[in-house]
Every structure is written in C-alpha cells, then in structure tokens.
C-alpha cells in the first residue's frame, strides 16, 4: 500500500473502520450453527450484506480521503468480483471453528494496512491477534452454555462456566479476585487475563429492564475507577435470555459514556426462571 499524504490521521481512520468491521464480525459470529456449521437465516444474509456495503462504501470514502488511489482502484476491481459471486456467501472453517466471509477478509487487510502506515507500538502489534481470539472466545459464551447443558438463571451461572472454560485455556494466565485502584473506590472485576491486559465482566439480562440494569453497572464500575498501567482492555458480556437490545445499540451507548477502552459483547441463549426463595414453615423459630 503506497502512501501518498494524508498519513496523519491513518490510524484514526482505521480505528474508526475497525467499528463498523465489528458489525459484520458479529453477524458472521452469529450465523455459526453447532450442528451444521452454518446457520442458513435469509435475515442474518441479508443483514451480512449491508454492513458489507456499508464498510466497503466507508473504507472507500477513507482510501479517497488519504489519497490511496492505486489501493481504491485494488478494491474496486476485487469488490466487483464479490458482487458477482454473492456479497453473502460465506464459508465454514473447522478451524478454529468459526463462519468466513471471503469479502470480509479482504477489506479487513485494506483496514489492516491503514494501520501500518503508522507505526505502532511493539505491545500493540503483539496484542492484538489475541485479542481477537478472546473476544471471539467470549462471543461463543451462549454455545459454551449449551454445550455444558447449563441454562442460567442468573449471572453466577454464566460466569462459573466461563471461568471454567477460559482457565482451561489460559491457565495461570487466567485470574479472579483482583481489585483496580479507583478515585472512589477500587473496582472488582469478575476476571481477566494478565498477559493480554483484558478485564472481563459478566452481566445477565433476562429481559430489557435487566438490560439497562446491567449496562448502568457497567456505567456505575467505569466511572469509579482510573486508568492502570496493567489492565489496558475490558470486554463487558452481557448474557441475554431474548432478544433484549443489539450490539449496535450497546456499543453506541458506551461510546456515549465515554467508555472507549470497553468492548461490549452482547450474547443471547436460553434461560430459567430463578429459584424462588424458601419459605419458612409456618410457626417456625427466629434465632
């Protein structure tokens, strides 16, 4: 990718871009299917192909912008061929298990450069790779519970499956009770993971009043604390029983509170109604 002016704000464009690819990566996330690969839902294609549309037309707007004309006339050909063969098909990859949009990948590598043309730290570079797969890991959050035949009721019952599934995976790595100094009081998060700078949060929505519930204390936590030196990154998922809000809805509400570190991971799957509280007999004793 040749760079003719308009380096200045490369990045900041690509980060910008890199909001809307989240929409699609989250439609791709949500055509996997356990049992056939591929989850064949004529809403979820057609819901693939405009925030397909919608990042072609935005990085475009940016290779203009930057004066990138060799790389816009690149992406115009190789879009003029992924319209041909279909903006909404995907593939299934085994490994690591997980939906592939050709188009996709190809316009991820045109953000992928924007990024290179400013140098980046050498702990950014190093992280990022992995971050992606974390997120990815946290987005299967509602798979994970199925496949353990857990049906939650509350938000402990999602965070002690995934605590057990990410320290199998992490090992060490991975850690629970730590505090984060804060200007009023030191926050708790539910986990995280040392070496990425992750922090992750576990919420539970039964339905959208629990909706707001959840995201007011993810509101609540971020303004109570300051920023760390060691924990960078913070992943919020929220687990949802229906179809509660959206991930688009989500993410610009932390954008509006200024929470520009969080990412919000919005999973729905089944869910039970909570125990009730035992009574006790009638007559029964107080101590």
């Known amino acids: 990718m040749r760079v003719s002016n308009g380096q200045s704000n490369a990045a900041a464009i690509a980060a910008h871009l890199d909001k809307v690819a989240r929409?699609?990566?989250?439609?791709?996330?949500?055509?996997?299917?356990?049992?056939?690969?591929?989850?064949?839902d004529p809403d979820l294609e057609q819901e693939l192909v405009y925030f397909v549309k919608q990042l072609y037309t935005q990085t475009m707007i940016a290779l203009d912008h930057l004066g990138l004309a060799g790389s816009r006339a690149d992406l115009a050909r190789a879009w003029d061929s992924f319209v041909k063969s279909g903006l909404e098909k995907v593939?299934?990859?085994?490994?690591?298990?997980?939906?592939?949009?050709?188009?996709y990948d190809y316009l991820d590598a045109v953000i992928d450069g924007l990024r290179a043309i400013e140098p980046r730290s050498a702990e950014d570079r190093d992280s990022r790779p992995e971050?992606?797969?974390?997120?990815?890991?946290?987005?299967?959050?509602?798979?994970?519970?199925?496949?353990?035949?857990?049906?939650?009721?509350?938000?402990?019952?999602?965070?002690?499956?995934?605590?057990?599934?990410?320290?199998?995976?992490?090992?060490?790595?991975?850690?629970?009770?730590?505090?984060?100094?804060?200007?009023?009081?030191?926050?708790?998060?539910?986990?995280?993971?040392?070496?990425?700078?992750?922090?992750?949060e576990f919420?539970?929505?039964?339905?959208?009043?629990?909706?707001?519930?959840?995201?007011?204390?993810?509101?609540?936590?971020?303004?109570?604390?300051?920023?760390?030196?060691?924990?960078?990154?913070?992943?919020?998922?929220?687990y949802m029983t229906g179809a509660h809000g959206t991930a688009e809805q989500l993410l610009?509400?932390?954008?509006?509170?200024?929470?520009?570190?969080?990412?919000?991971?919005?999973v729905t799957g089944t869910g039970a109604r909570a125990p009730k509280p035992k009574r006790r007999p009638t007559g029964a004793k107080t101590s």
């Open 91 to 103: 593939t299934f990859y085994p490994e690591p298990g997980a939906v592939g949009s050709e188009v």
């Open 203 to 238: 919420k539970f929505a039964k339905d959208p009043q629990g909706l707001k519930t959840a995201t007011s204390g993810l509101f609540e936590d971020a303004a109570g604390y300051k920023a760390s030196a060691d924990w960078k990154k913070y992943y919020s998922v929220i």
């Open 23 to 40: 929409q699609v990566r989250d439609v791709l996330w949500r055509m996997e299917d356990p049992v056939r690969g591929i989850l064949k």
């Open 252 to 266: 610009a509400a932390f954008e509006q509170a200024g929470m520009i570190d969080w990412t919000p991971i919005l």
């Open 131 to 200: 971050l992606l797969q974390l997120e990815k890991l946290l987005n299967r959050t509602a798979y994970i519970l199925q496949k353990r035949s857990v049906v939650p009721s509350k938000e402990k019952d999602v965070h002690d499956v995934m605590d057990e599934y990410l320290e199998a995976i992490y090992g060490a790595d991975y850690c629970r009770e730590f505090s984060i100094p804060g200007t009023v009081k030191n926050f708790r998060p539910d986990s995280g993971i040392r070496s990425l700078g992750a922090v992750i």
